[in-house]
């Protein structure tokens, strides 16, 4: 009865120090209010979150937490979405913007319309895929299994012979002596703490990172994570805002500058292209309207081509140009000068002949420089790859502390770039948020997508980060190592604990000092052994970001 009474209290121990591993799960779900006012046929209605349909118009108070995703459609405030991103400082928001369910309004009065309900919803996923990787079992976590289906058929096997030796050679009475002994190694030898070393330190690291606005989708993505030596950011909307401007427009003798821009406007109108929605953005900024464009054609990498006013126009790198056969060479010291000072310069060119340069800059983002240098704290050699020419590449990573820039990279090179990293021996991790980056983010050994990146990215990274600092990179990789050591911790702890207490509980002291290990205090030091292992996991939630 003591065995089992003591047995019973090491489970309940281990079971309210596992019941705080799912602490984030438990913040997550109690994000969701209950009840939402809803604006139906004219009139104002306090409903169950369950009941509201898509496309309902619902109306924010302040203070009120936001119940599904939707888009504003009246009205302006600031939104915290610290509990989803990790980002502290609230977000404003105005019409069009999205929201999303679970973040909560601090001022302000707005309408939304509901646009994902239920399962659909933004915080729904991210509960869904905290879950999901909680669950999942990492590379060491298989190890340890194989290493548990040899050890129990080890510890039955000792626990026979102890018996065995006990009943012929141990003292009288032999039988009882036998058992006891036999009961004993069975008992401290129970591997729970072994089995619950990975899995419960996954738990708690995955959850802490959830609460960072880090969502890891399994544990072999956390265990790669804590093994990188390299890192890959694409340069645009990673490193820098992604939000490109016009700082520049230089025309050749004897050429307007409004006629150069307008020809720029107009082939780029039909661009999806960060840089040409940039110059698209200025022309309307300067109320030009643009002409009407034939024959356009998106060139992968270089640039747009196409006939504005009957006229054969280009606009795009010096690549382009060559192909083109351009002469760029009057404006060749201009470009070195702005690509040097990190801007971006475009050619554009109408009839074999070169009109004059537009520069567009994408801001590099503050606290990209501070990324580098924890990284390079971890020792982690950090990339840049983007498709701007090498001087401009070249100048924005001296800024920011860049050991490696990959540059002048057509889109369908990027992850030819990664399998080459790869090749060299390097466990690299590609950082990106575009479409293009897709198949570099599947290529490396951990993919990550930062910030609002596309749904196409997300679904081909390992690990999605909900802020759109390149900080969080840092965070991740911090965490990982943080949870590996804490499994090793765990298992080291396990293994050494089993591996004393058979001996003694098998009765190697008896003969020498006449100890002999009861199987009462074998069945608490073998509970313990399985709440000091969750504590040690526990520690996790105290680890700082």
Known sequence: MIIIGLVSLGSALESKARGKTSLAIKRLIGLQPRTARVIRNGKELDLPVEEIGLDETIRIRPGDRIPVDGEVIQGSSHVDESMLTGEPMPVAKQVGDTVYGGTLNTQGSFLMRATRIGRDTALAHIIELVRQAQASKPPIGRLVDKVAAVFVPVVVSVAVITFFVWYRFGPEPQLAYAVVTGMTVLVIACPCALGLATPISIMVGVGKAAEHGILIRNGEALQRAGQLDTVVFDKTGTLTEGRPQVVGVQAVAGVDQDELLGIAVALETGSEHPLGQAIVEHGQAQDL??????????????????????????????????????????????????????????????????????????????????????????????????????????????????????????????????????QQGKVVAMVGDGINDAPALAQADVGIAIGQGTDVAVEAADIALLRSSPSSVADAVALSRATLRNIWQNLFGAFVYNSLGIPVAAGVLYPFFGILLSPVIAAAAMSMSSVTVVSNALRLRRLRL
């Open 289 to 422: 309207e643009p002409a009407a464009v034939e024959e356009f054609e998106a060139i992968s990498g270089a640039g747009v081509r196409g006939r504005v006013a009957g006229r054969a126009c280009l606009i795009g790198n010096r690549r382009l140009m060559d192909e083109n056969g351009i002469a760029v060479d009057a404006l060749l010291d201009e470009v070195e000068r702005r690509a040097g000072e990190g801007e971006t310069p475009m050619f554009v060119a109408c009839e074999g002949r070169l009109l004059g340069i537009i520069s567009v800059a994408d801001r590099v983002r503050d606290e990209a420089a501070e990324a580098v240098r924890r990284l390079h704290e971890l020792d982690i050699e950090v990339v840049m790859l983007t498709g701007d020419n090498r001087h401009t590449a070249e100048a924005v990573a001296a800024r920011i502390g860049i050991d490696r820039v990959l540059a002048e990279v057509l889109p369908g090179d990027k992850r030819d770039e990664v399998a080459r990293l790869q």
